[in-house]
Nanobody
Framework: QVQLVESGGGLVQAGGSLRLSCVRS????????GGWFRQAPGKERDFVAA????????YYADSVKGRFTISRDNAKNTVYLQMNSLKPEDTAVYYC??????????????????WGQGTQVTVSS
C-alpha cells in the first residue's frame, strides 16, 4: 500500500515563501506522476501543479505560474512544491497526489490514485 505524507504548510505573510514536501512510503516505484492540488473552504479541489516521472516535464495552473515550482527527488521518494510570492488567495489546504504507473502529466484529479492528508497554508495580508 502507498502512503503520502505532506509537510511544510503554515502561516506566512503575503509575499513570503513556503516549501511543501510529499513523501511516499510503501511500494517504491518511480513511474508515477506527482501532483499538487488545493482546496479553499467552500470550494472545489483545484489543480495546482504536476510533474512527470522523470522530473523533466511540469505543468502549472495559470494562477500559480511563475510563482510556484514543482520538483521531485526520486531517490528520496519526495515531490516538492516551492511557493514564492504568496498571496492571500493562495490560502487553502494543499494535497499531494500521485498517478501510479504513468509516464505523463495529469491535471484531472479523477486520474489520481493516491492522496495525502493535506497541509494547511494560510497567507495573511
Amino acid at each position: 500500500q502507498v502512503q503520502l505524507v505532506e509537510s511544510g504548510g503554515g502561516l506566512v505573510q503575503a509575499g513570503g515563501s513556503l516549501r511543501l514536501s510529499c513523501v511516499r512510503s510503501g511500494r517504491t516505484f518511480n513511474s508515477y506522476c506527482g501532483g499538487w492540488f488545493r482546496q479553499a473552504p467552500g470550494k472545489e479541489r483545484d489543480f495546482v501543479a504536476a510533474i512527470d516521472w522523470s522530473g523533466a516535464g511540469t505543468y502549472y495552473a495559470d494562477s500559480v505560474k511563475g510563482r510556484f515550482t514543482i520538483s521531485r527527488d526520486n531517490a528520496k521518494n519526495t515531490v516538492y512544491l516551492q511557493m514564492n510570492s504568496l498571496k492571500p488567495e493562495d490560502t487553502a489546504v494543499y494535497y499531494c497526489a500521485q498517478v501510479e504507473g504513468s509516464l505523463y502529466i495529469h491535471r484531472d484529479k479523477d486520474d489520481y490514485d493516491y492522496w495525502g492528508q493535506g497541509t494547511q497554508v494560510t497567507v495573511s495580508s
